[in-house]
């Protein structure tokens, strides 16, 4: 995995522009909902977006910042969402969200991570999930007499978040895959946290045992394709473990299966649902969803890449197979906030943020929700447990009656 010094060229192409802020010209739609930063909308001050991190992350490794409380505090309240990255990307070729995460990772490296952060780590060492709920409970979610596969390559990776906290969304996912007439199977005592939390926050020598230990299973159970519910999840395997490791494996969102099997009329929508929805975009399932190709070349001058690298745009995310779900419910409209797909506005769960400023990450869902509520819909989908929590918390919170459905429960209920 790079490191720090790996992003100079980076640290060193910034112009200040400002474009990482900001929703692209001609994609803004008015004042409003023109930024993508969250935490630049927030806090105001340019040290608090992607140009300020790269600028601080600059400083800090050239010796001429030294850590202090503050300024910890400021590199953790990014959310890790990638939106500098991609508005970055339109302009110029650069690394911004990778410099933020070799920022972190140097912090922790420097002794400089959060207590908040270490104790979850420690919860992931001893208890295999982020909650440090007991791992043999990880699998209570799974209806009683439910019968898998034992020789199926293909398996559900549930993740943490939908085997302790969101059963419902681990239980519908496996109704779809049966109406879609798949074979699976779970696996078991041997599927252990994927390791997202450890990645955003700069504890690489703990994610790399996460993303070891995980491959190790898919490789012993002859797993070929792997099925997740949880955009988290579905983004580490795709955009973390290459970093380490050769994922051999086909990762596939729960979303990508149902189109499929709509196209083959495994899956027909009987139920009418009478419902104006507005899509989410989860960053993980979006634009960070990209699978990481490691590229070892040179940079030459005017910043070519020898040979081309292959940059993550953020374009060729899960975008469609959402939608095309939505639209094909009987009675269901989708209609779309300004800042969507790659520009999609964190929900404000990302980057470990959630546990050292609750109040910060609630703010920037009920910024979305704002956003949601501006659209006419009575309902905001999304497709990842993380996102739910942070929706409805913000929601509960402001007494908004705007209401929240996983993607997979709308299929499961149109079924
Ligand atoms: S990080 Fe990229 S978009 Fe942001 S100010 Fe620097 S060059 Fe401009
Ligand atoms: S990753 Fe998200 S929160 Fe962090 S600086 Fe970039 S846009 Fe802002």
């Known amino acids: 995995m790079e490191s720090l010094k790996d992003f100079l060229y980076t640290m060193n192409s910034c112009n200040q522009c400002g474009q990482c802020k900001w929703v692209l010209g001609p994609k803004m739609r008015g004042w409003k909902y023109a930024e993508v930063c969250p935490i630049h909308l927030r806090y105001g001050f340019d040290a608090y977006s992607g140009q300020g991190l790269i600028n601080i992350a600059q400083e800090i490794l050239e010796g001429r910042l030294r850590y202090e409380d503050g300024l910890i505090q400021l590199i953790y309240t990014c959310l890790t969402c990638g939106a500098c990255d991609v508005n970055c990307k339109s302009i110029r070729d650069m690394e911004v969200l990778d410099t933020i995460l070799a920022l972190r990772a140097k912090c922790v490296e420097d002794g400089q991570g959060l207590t908040e952060h270490m104790q979850i780590a420690r919860k992931i060492e001893k208890t295999h999930n982020i909650y440090g709920n007991p791992h043999d409970k990880r699998f209570n979610w799974l209806p009683e007499g439910k019968k898998l596969s034992d020789t199926s390559s293909v398996a559900y990776f549930a993740g943490c978040a939908a085997a302790y906290t969101h059963p419902e969304i681990a239980v519908n996912t496996l109704k779809i895959l049966d109406a879609a007439g798949i074979t699976y199977k779970v696996l078991g005592a041997e599927e252990y946290c994927c390791g997202a939390m450890l990645w955003r926050t700069g504890q690489t020598e703990a994610f790399k045992k996460a993303a070891e230990q995980n491959l190790a299973v898919l490789k012993k159970q002859g797993i070929k394709t792997l099925i997740t519910s949880c955009a988290e999840c579905y983004g580490t395997f795709r955009g973390g473990y290459p970093r380490f490791v050769d994922m051999d494996v086909e990762v596939l969102y729960i979303s990508e299966v149902v189109t499929d099997a709509i196209k083959t009329g495994k899956i027909k929508f009987k139920k009418k649902q009478n419902l104006k929805v507005t899509y989410h975009d989860p960053c993980m399932l979006g634009r960070l969803s990209e699978k990481y190709v490691p590229w070892n070349g040179k940079i030459e001058a005017y910043g070519v890449h020898v040979p ?90 402001n007494r908004n009656k705007m209401r929240y459905y996983d993607l997979t429960e709308l299929v499961v209920k149109a079924l």
Do not use: H
């Not at 959402?322 to 929900?347: D, H, Q, W, Y």
């Open 308 to 397: 081309p690298k292959p940059w993550r745009r953020g374009t060729n995310g899960v975008y469609e197979a959402p939608r095309e779900i939505i639209k094909a419910i009987p009675g269901v409209t989708l209609v779309e906030m300004v800042r969507n797909a790659e520009n999609s506005f964190c929900c404000g769960a990302g980057g470990g943020v959630p546990a050292v400023l609750p109040e910060f990450a609630q703010w920037v869902a009920a910024e979305r929700l704002d956003e949601a509520g501006s659209t006419g819909a009575a309902a905001l989908v999304s497709a990842c447990p993380f996102c739910q929590d942070s929706f409805t918390n913000a929601l509960a919170a």
